[in-house]
Structures are given as C-alpha cells and as structure tokens.
C-alpha cells in the first residue's frame, strides 16, 4: 500500500483571515451608522405647528459627508444632508439645497427651512406653479 502524504495545513493567520473580514465590515456599517445619525446642531430635532398640525423635523448628515467640509453657501450644514419631517400623514425626506442663505431643503414639491429666529417655513408647489405656504410656529 503506498504512502500517503501528511495534509497540508494552512498557516495559523490564514484560518483567522474570515474573522478579521467580518470583523473590518461590522466596524464599516457601525462607523457608517454613526456617522448618518449624527444630528447637526444648527438645524436641531425641532417640533412644530403648521396649520394646526404638529411637525417634527429631524435634520442628518449623509454618510458620505466630510464633517470637516463646510457648505459653500452658510457652512453650517454639509452638502448632502437632508431633514425628514413628520407632519399630518406624511414622512418627507428632503434633501439639503444648495442655495445661499439659511440652510433649506427641497424635493421639487416639498421647500423647508428656518429663518434666522428659528421659524419654520413650508410650502408645497401644486400644479401649474401654484405654491401653498402653511403657517408654522415653533412649540415651545
């Protein structure tokens, strides 16, 4: 009967080689969540009245923003951020803008933003250019 040749075992470092894989993408998503959670503290989570109707807004970073980036146009708020505003029955997620001033956000349809006191501004374009604007106030 002929010999057979001892297995070949791989290095020590080779077998821990999948550990470290999951280990480098868990420390990716958990620096990645981290980072688009992160509330900008000029615009902060506000709650609001608009029409009548309460409305919340929650202004984030994207995750592929540079903190150390600052926006051309005011630098408080860099470029890719966008508020999600919680109000009668809907959820917006809009965008940041890159229009001078104070920071705004936009879809097309759906304009947000606050004035230099705080007060929120929204409106809806409808139609052939109609814009609705709804009156809001800060709750304090």
């Known amino acids: 009967m002929p010999a057979t ?3 070949i075992r791989s290095p020590a470092w080779r077998r821990l080689l999948p550990i470290v894989r999951a280990m480098a993408w868990l420390l990716i998503a958990v620096l990645t969540l981290a980072g688009s959670a992160r509330a900008d ?5 506000g709650s609001y009245r608009c ?25 408080d708020v860099p470029v890719g951020g966008f508020v999600v505003l919680q109000w009668r029955d809907l959820t917006l ?17 759906w304009w947000w933003s606050l ?3 705080g007060r929120p501004n929204i409106r809806q374009r409808r139609g052939r250019g109609d814009i609705q604007n709804f009156n ?5």
Do not use: W
Not at 51 to 74: E, H, I, Q
């Open 51 to 75: 029409d009548g109707d309460p409305l919340t807004s929650l202004l984030v970073r994207g995750a592929m923003d540079d903190p150390g980036m600052a926006d051309p146009s005011s630098g």
């Open 5 to 7: 040749a001892p297995p």
């Open 115 to 117: 004035d230099a006191s």
């Open 41 to 45: 503290s000029s615009l902060p989570t």
């Open 136 to 140: 809001c106030e800060a709750i304090r």
């Open 93 to 109: 997620q809009l965008p940041r803008t890159n229009n001078a001033g104070p920071a705004s956000f936009t879809d097309g349809q």
